[in-house]
């Protein structure tokens, strides 16, 4: 029998929930992680006694009562609700699009005004079939919430003018017509009291974690080690990218500490002109009510991504999509090693939503290991 039930590859919420899960049952396992920290991108710094969330803003939100209820089992919640702003032009504006939107752009105090107002925009400009991203937004909201909220900001996410980006990008622009700034819709959401460290901290428990390790670096010696792999890392550097590279979208993150209590009100507010090249500015400390003399702000600025950046967004085009479902094919085949988190499934996953798929990996993977075959068929 070898050291390590399993070997987990990334500390991510995946890997940790992973790691969690398989300990109840009584199995050892041990979590390596490349960064020199666990947590993967929900890890946050302690800076002037503030979390910073080091790998851009996380809001906790879900449908689902048995995951709020599980992530709470590990940490409290507060009462966050995510109500961004954003900046246009030095005009501030409400998100999502509702009434104070409607009000702040057009005057207009009831929600048939406001639907009035879009509709004549919609018809105005006469797009039956919207050939891409510019034209779908218009034809779903009009031109002046576009102009102004969405083509800068959008424009600035992807590096490409909105012209040439495909109309199915966006598929619903949702409005509300309330006064109703709360950004999800979600039945619950926050963010853990302490910081997302207590959630990770919490699931790791007394797991055995190696940091700043690579699986790469000494792949045969880790596989040698344990049972089994369960691997949240890129999923074509797993396979010496013999099919390609998939492509992904980066950001940059500048963080100042500024000598002031409160710096900007509010911990999202969004730039969505084109001209200012970073995307948003976060006031760390809203997320939780700081009162601590100073703040730490961030600007986060997209970017193209080479392989010495961090990979954030994949971009699940025609072509990467081809290329990621060569190497699924090829990982369904792995009979010790079990594939999970946004890295090794080329995908966005909400936090929520990785911690869900864990949960569902977890249950069949031990169903499988546990099914006895019926001696009698
Ligand atoms: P994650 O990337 O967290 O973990 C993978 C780990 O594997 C990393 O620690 C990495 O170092 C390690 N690793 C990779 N290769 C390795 C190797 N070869 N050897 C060793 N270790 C290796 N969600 C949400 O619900 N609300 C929000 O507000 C946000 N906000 C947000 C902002 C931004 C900018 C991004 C990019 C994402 C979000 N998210 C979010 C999504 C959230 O970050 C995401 O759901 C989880 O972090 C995914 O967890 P994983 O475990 O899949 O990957």
Not at 17 to 41: Q, S, T, W
Not at 103 to 109: A, R
Not at 338 to 345: M, V
Request: net charge neutral; glycine share 6%.
């Amino acid at each position: 029998k070898k050291e390590y039930d399993y070997l987990i590859v990334g500390s991510g919420l995946f890997g940790c929930v992973f790691a969690h899960e398989a300990m109840k049952l009584g199995k050892k396992c041990l979590i390596i992680d490349k960064r020199n920290h666990v947590g993967g991108n929900v890890y946050c710094e302690k800076t002037e006694d503030i979390n910073v969330h080091k790998y851009g803003a996380h809001i906790f939100h879900t449908n689902d009562k048995v995951i709020w209820d599980y992530v709470n089992s590990f940490v409290e919640f507060n009462r966050y609700t995510n109500s961004p702003m954003a900046n246009y032009k030095g005009q501030l504006f409400n998100l999502p699009f509702n009434m104070n939107t409607f009000y702040q752009l057009w005057g207009v105090k009831t929600p048939q005004e406001a639907k009035n107002k879009i509709k004549s925009q919609i018809d105005q400009a006469l797009i039956t079939t919207p050939a891409n991203l510019q034209e779908q937004a218009i034809s779903l909201v009009g031109s002046d919430i576009y102009e102004k909220l969405i083509k800068g900001y959008t424009e600035k996410q992807w590096g490409r003018s909105a012209i040439d980006l495909p109309a199915f990008i966006i598929k619903r622009l949702p409005v509300r017509f309330t006064y109703d700034n709360n950004y999800f819709n979600d039945k619950y959401q926050g963010i853990p009291i302490g910081g997302y460290n207590k959630l990770i901290d919490g699931l790791l428990g007394n797991c055995e974690v190696r940091l700043e390790t690579d699986y790469f670096n000494n792949r045969q010696q880790w596989n040698d080690r344990a049972e089994h792999t369960v691997f949240t890392g890129n999923i074509d550097q797993f396979y010496d990218y013999k099919f390609g590279k998939l492509e992904y979208r980066s950001l940059r993150f500048e963080h100042e500490i500024i000598d002031e209590e409160n710096h900007q009100g509010n911990a999202v507010i969004n730039y969505t002109e084109r001209d200012i090249p970073y995307t948003r500015i976060i006031e760390h400390k809203h997320f939780e009510f700081g009162t601590q003399p100073k703040t730490i702000i961030t600007k986060e600025f997209p970017e193209d991504w080479t392989p010495d950046k961090e990979a954030y967004y994949p971009i699940n085009d025609k072509n990467n999509s081809e290329i990621f479902e060569k190497y699924k094919t090829l990982s369904k085949s792995e009979q010790h090693v079990i594939f999970g988190g946004r890295l090794a499934n080329y995908q966005y996953y909400d936090m929520h939503q990785v911690i869900g798929a864990a949960l569902k990996t977890v249950s069949t993977h031990f169903a499988s290991l546990n099914a006895i075959p019926n001696p009698i068929s």
